[in-house]
């Protein structure tokens, strides 16, 4: 099956920033969440994506065709949200987006209507008037309006107070419910996609340390406490392990193995419970290296 | 291509209209007032500089407009090639050099009697204008405009500059070299060889954009 996108050894070089090389693809229909700390270079992914920026080597496709910048059409598929919200900036959000409809053979007024009137935009603004919430409406609004295949979105909510960012994630997820779309959601604030995301792919530093199912990481993980009065034993599939006296308290990335091997050493009290995405995402950024064996 | 044109024309549709508006009453107010007739070239030349000067003060609005960049990385977004892109940014700056170019026409026609030079002085003079915005445009596209280690460059080329006027001016020599720079102007070679460098500079323009690392602001 052709692939949303694919990287192909991507890599871009700052001058003390390396991204890459990166090689991952999003199969259609599959909600991804890009999870990384700021800097890690998840816009810079996006950036190589939709050709903002050009990466210094490898190959990139969406929908099988390679991202040439001289053959845009490959552009068609993609409905992207950035970290700006660029715009004429002296027109209203109805004549940007009658300029933007130009381009997109699938691009549907009554969408327009219909998602405006969901988000409550005042399209007759001038964009240089519109409110932060409002440009990222704004913006949304005109990377759903030629119903893309692939939906880019890069901290589509930062900068955003709480109320409008729940409400624009409302009503993004009500959108994104249908299940038709690719999506590749870079964000740094895990509540905001582990409603949505299928998988999960962690960057830290320009690298990928992890890409697993969401429910499989919810699945493997867990913190697990038990008593045992020695200390001369190194267990496996742990990201971390703290001791006092006999109390000991570990986070596992497989507890099944785990489990069993504490079983075998004669472990008391053994209480293992249940992660969150978040905790999840903190142990797999902070870098445990066999991390990236589970 | 053409929808970009088109809305970089509509967006900047105010400022396009007032300053063309304001060169062609201009001209129509020399051209009712009489004042050219009989004078020597230099009227002509007068002429042309309020009307080149008018069209900086449009390309400076443009060009520097707060939001330009911001535009460029909106269209680039957009599934339209980046050669056409690229060439598009241009156009609207040949769309707005015609208006100015019969402008100075005009403005040649009144103060002399119609002859091959003055026609090569109106293509000499637009040519010339469109080489100095374009290698503006050049080091713009290169990301050097407010680039710390290019503003002192800029700083020193600036600088160099003012010398050599200064030395020219006190030996005496300013006005042989402002005639050896702009003697060309008058004759077909000069004119040919002005559109030439124009033309190349602009092709070097769209090349340049064209392979930017980076299109964000």
Same mark, same amino acid.
């Given at each position: 099956?052709?692939?949303?996108?694919?990287?192909?050894?991507? +890599?871009?070089?700052?001058?003390?920033?390396?991204?890459?090389?990166?090689?991952?693809?999003?199969?259609?229909?599959?909600? $991804?969440?890009?999870?990384?700390?700021?800097?890690?270079?998840?816009?810079?992914?996006?950036?190589?994506?939709?050709? $903002?920026?050009?990466?210094?080597?490898?190959?990139?496709? +969406?929908?099988?065709?390679?991202?040439?910048?001289?053959?845009?059409?490959?552009?068609?598929?993609?409905?992207?949200?950035?970290?700006?919200?660029?715009?004429?900036?002296?027109?209203?959000?109805?004549?940007?987006?009658?300029?933007?409809?130009?381009?997109?053979?699938?691009?549907?007024?009554?969408? +327009?209507?219909?998602?405006?009137?969901?988000?409550?935009?005042?399209?007759?603004?001038?964009?240089?008037?519109?409110?932060?919430?409002?440009?990222?409406?704004?913006?949304?609004?005109?990377?759903?309006?030629?119903?893309?295949?692939?939906?880019?979105?890069?901290?589509?909510?930062?900068?955003?107070?709480?109320?409008?960012?729940?409400?624009?994630?409302?009503?993004?997820?009500?959108?994104?419910?249908?299940? =038709?779309?690719?999506?590749?959601?870079?964000?740094?604030?895990?509540?905001?996609?582990?409603?949505?995301?299928?998988?999960?792919?962690?960057?830290?530093?320009?690298?990928?340390?992890?890409?697993?199912?969401?429910?499989?990481?919810? =699945?493997?993980?867990?913190?697990?406490?038990?008593?045992?009065?020695?200390?001369?034993?190194?267990?496996?599939?742990?990201?971390?392990?703290?001791? =006092?006296?006999?109390?000991?308290?570990?986070?596992?990335?497989?507890?099944?193995?785990? $489990?069993?091997?504490?079983? =075998?050493?004669?472990?008391?009290?053994?209480?293992?419970?249940?992660?969150?995405?978040?905790?999840?995402?903190?142990?797999?950024?902070?870098?445990?290296?066999?991390?990236?064996?589970? | 291509?053409?929808?970009?044109?088109?809305? %970089?024309?509509?967006?900047?549709?105010?400022?396009?209209?007032?300053?063309?508006?304001?060169?062609?009453?201009?001209?129509?107010?020399?051209?009712?007032?009489?004042?050219?007739?009989? %004078?020597?070239?230099?009227?002509?030349?007068?002429?042309?500089?309020?009307?080149?000067?008018?069209?900086?003060?449009?390309?400076?609005?443009?060009?520097?407009?707060?939001?330009?960049?911001?535009?460029?990385?909106?269209?680039?977004?957009?599934?339209?090639?980046?050669?056409?892109?690229?060439?598009?940014?241009?156009?609207?700056?040949?769309?707005?050099?015609?208006?100015?170019?019969?402008?100075?026409?005009?403005?040649?026609?009144?103060?002399?009697?119609?002859?091959?030079?003055?026609?090569?002085?109106?293509?000499?003079?637009?040519?010339?204008?469109?080489?100095?915005?374009?290698?503006?445009?050049?080091?713009?596209?290169?990301?050097?405009?407010?680039?710390?280690?290019?503003?002192?460059?800029?700083?020193?080329?600036?600088?160099?500059?003012?010398?050599?006027?200064?030395?020219?001016?006190?030996?005496?020599?300013?006005?042989?070299?402002?005639?050896?720079?702009? %003697?060309?102007?008058?004759?077909?070679?000069?004119?040919?060889?002005?559109?030439?460098?124009?033309?190349?500079?602009?092709?070097?323009?769209?090349?340049?954009?064209?392979?930017?690392?980076?299109?964000?602001?």
């Amino acid at each position: 099956m052709t692939k949303a996108f694919e990287f192909n050894n991507v +890599v871009k070089r700052y001058s003390e920033f390396a991204l890459g090389p990166l090689n991952f693809s999003l199969e259609p229909g599959t909600v $991804l969440g890009y999870i990384g700390p700021n800097g890690s270079g998840k816009s810079t992914t996006l950036h190589c994506l939709v050709g $903002l920026v050009k990466a210094d080597s490898g190959e990139m496709q +969406v929908f099988g065709r390679a991202t040439d910048p001289n053959k845009p059409e490959w552009k068609l598929d993609i409905g992207y949200v950035g970290d700006a919200h660029v715009f004429y900036e002296g027109w209203s959000g109805e004549k940007n987006l009658k300029f933007l409809s130009q381009f997109y053979p699938d691009w549907s007024d009554q969408r +327009v209507v219909e998602l405006a009137k969901r988000f409550n935009l005042p399209l007759h603004k001038k964009a240089k008037e519109l409110s932060g919430g409002n440009r990222v409406k704004l913006s949304l609004v005109a990377a759903l309006a030629h119903s893309p295949k692939l939906l880019l979105l890069d901290e589509p909510t930062s900068g955003l107070d709480p109320v409008v960012r729940a409400e624009v994630l409302d009503v993004l997820f009500e959108i994104l419910e249908d299940g =038709e779309r690719a999506i590749f959601y870079s964000t740094h604030i895990l509540s905001d996609i582990s409603r949505l995301a299928d998988e999960l792919a962690f960057l830290d530093n320009g690298q990928l340390k992890l890409r697993a199912a969401k429910e499989d990481l919810i =699945e493997r993980w867990r913190k697990i406490a038990f008593k045992h009065a020695g200390n001369n034993f190194k267990l496996e599939a742990t990201a971390s392990h703290k001791q =006092e006296g006999a109390d000991h308290q570990i986070i596992s990335f497989d507890h099944e193995a785990t $489990l069993r091997q504490l079983g =075998e050493l004669g472990a008391q009290n053994v209480q293992a419970h249940l992660m969150s995405i978040d905790e999840i995402a903190v142990q797999i950024l902070k870098g445990a290296g066999h991390v990236e064996n589970s | 291509m053409w929808k970009i044109l088109d809305a %970089e024309i509509r967006y900047h549709r105010i400022v396009i209209a007032g300053t063309l508006g304001a060169g062609a009453l201009f001209v129509t107010f020399i051209a009712l007032s009489n004042i050219t007739k009989g %004078e020597d070239s230099t009227t002509a030349w007068s002429l042309m500089s309020t009307i080149m000067t008018l069209y900086i003060y449009l390309l400076i609005h443009i060009g520097a407009h707060q939001d330009q960049e911001k535009r460029d990385r909106m269209s680039v977004m957009l599934p339209i090639s980046i050669k056409r892109l690229g060439a598009a940014r241009w156009a609207i700056l040949i769309f707005l050099q015609i208006g100015f170019a019969a402008m100075t026409f005009f403005g040649v026609m009144m103060a002399n009697k119609f002859d091959l030079k003055s026609l090569f002085v109106v293509f000499s003079s637009n040519a010339f204008l469109f080489l100095i915005v374009a290698i503006i445009a050049i080091y713009q596209e290169l990301g050097h405009f407010g680039a710390q280690k290019y503003r002192r460059y800029f700083a020193g080329l600036m600088f160099l500059i003012l010398v050599l006027i200064g030395v020219l001016i006190l030996s005496g020599q300013i006005i042989t070299f402002i005639r050896t720079v702009f %003697e060309p102007y008058t004759t077909p070679e000069g004119a040919a060889i002005y559109s030439l460098l124009a033309i190349g500079l602009f092709m070097l323009n769209v090349i340049i954009f064209t392979r930017r690392r980076s299109y964000l602001s």
